[in-house]
């Protein structure tokens, strides 16, 4: 289809073309076009009649189901921005998104409203059942609001752990969404087609861009989305052999997951047509072994939640289960209108092979932090780069390669661990004087979480008693999976502690920094 310039304008066109068409599906139930752009208006306008105005937040608290992308096109059509919600964070993570957010309408799923409800304070937001929803829906005006919407107006907000230990809200406009999702067929790269009959898996959690993107572009499509509300390797092998699917996107600890499974060997996978994978890097022995069990086309995507999701892509072509230079590559820019260079920290552009701060401009790039300006320009400059935080150097025939982190981010099975927010947790234990954390190679996850730690003077703190006493504190892939114990840690002139050196041991012999 031509590109729509709102998502709600987005529903609205496809709804026309394919109305009777399986738009998504979930546990065995379909939910077409049509039907999904008249639930969008109903919700739209039960919004604006409680009162809810374009500008204001609405969020979801819960795993992957249809009812998200109806209150995404929803929220859409009123102009109102939606928020979901991590449903792997603590309590209190949860509740200060909320707040910062100014959630004002909460739709929380089977088990979250019981647990959120009872950790909140006061009632605001306004805390709905998702088993609500359909009742209340239904009983709004089915007529298509026409609020007027702009391209550049923010539809989702999408929170981003920070460096500085609390998360910031990045806003992604209609147009950061759209821009390259909605492109006609013919001008999307040959392994981003979709066919009338392509079923996609919407498996990624809503509240990354994986999930809520990858769902986006297959609507945009005018493809049918199989909805999971999480990952289960044994179903999703099931769905590959029931449920005609054709594209898939997971992270790579997913795929290892999948190509480890007993049925892995057994399963006929003649209709997938592409596996696109990303989030975090993938070691290249796992990607031979996928490559060799479905025996399809391979995309590696890099992006991150501020591009609204991929601005890289490896293809197929460059995929050689022989291995060569590329597969290490998080290959070329997507789409023309994307701009990638390498800075150095004076900000000067660096020439080919060198490596550096890994910038991006383009179209897709979000449209700040929300509430945060000082956050922003730190990021965003006048003219339009964002600088990524990731170092990496572009080859003579611009391949990007990503070498290490600027900003010390662990990405643990494609979720984002900043070091800083679990130090500040481990730094309450009592037993605790000094502490940092790094991210260390995992063969499952691709990194994970180790705490290097500084017992106070007299005290010998149980390892295994600390884990414990975090997981109460924040969520579980945030935690470390191993402490280890250390008289001081290592600190330079200035005082800062040099945790590149701490890290140095366990990525001796590696040739990325990064696994």
Sequence with gaps: MSNEPTLGALIRAQASLYADKTALRFNGVDLSYGELDSRASRIANGLIARGYAPGDRIGYLGKNDPLYYELLFGAAKAGIVMVPLNWRLADAEIDWIVRDAAIRWLVAGDGFAERYGASRADATPLLVKAGDVPAWRDSQSGSDPSTSVADSDVAVQLYTSGTTGRPKGAMLTHRNLLVYRALPSEEQPAWNRFTDDDVSLIVMPVFHIGGTGFGIQTLAAGATGLVDSEFDAGRILDFVEHERLSKIFVVPSALQMLVRHPR????????????????????????????????????????????????????????????????????????????????????????????????????????????????????????????????????????????????????????????????AVLFEHPDVAEVAVIGVPSDTWGEEVKAIVAPKPGRAPDTAEMIAWARKRIAGYKLPKSIDLIEKLPRGPTGKVLRRELRAPFWEGRERKVN
């Design 264 to 423: 892995a060997r057994k399963v006929d996978y003649s209709r997938i047509r592409t596996i696109l994978y990303g989030a975090s890097p993938i070691p290249l022995a796992l990607l031979r072994e996928a490559m060799d069990v479905f025996r399809c086309g391979f995309v590696q995507m890099y992006g991150m939640t501020e591009t609204s999701g991929t601005i890289c892509a490896l293809t197929p072509d460059d995929h050689d289960p022989d291995g060569n230079p590329r597969m290490t590559s998080a290959g070329r820019p997507m789409m023309p209108g994307i701009e990638i260079r390498i800075q150095g920290q004076d900000g000067a552009i660096l020439p080919a092979g060198e490596t550096g701060e890994v910038a991006v401009r383009a179209p897709l790039v979000m449209a700040g932090y929300w509430r945060q300006p000082e956050a922003t320009a730190d990021v965003l400059s006048p003219d339009g780069w964002f600088r990524t935080g990731d170092a990496g150097y572009l080859d003579a025939d611009g391949y990007l390669f990503i070498q290490d982190r600027v900003k010390d981010m662990i990405v643990s099975g494609g979720e984002n661990v900043y070091p800083a927010e679990v130090e």
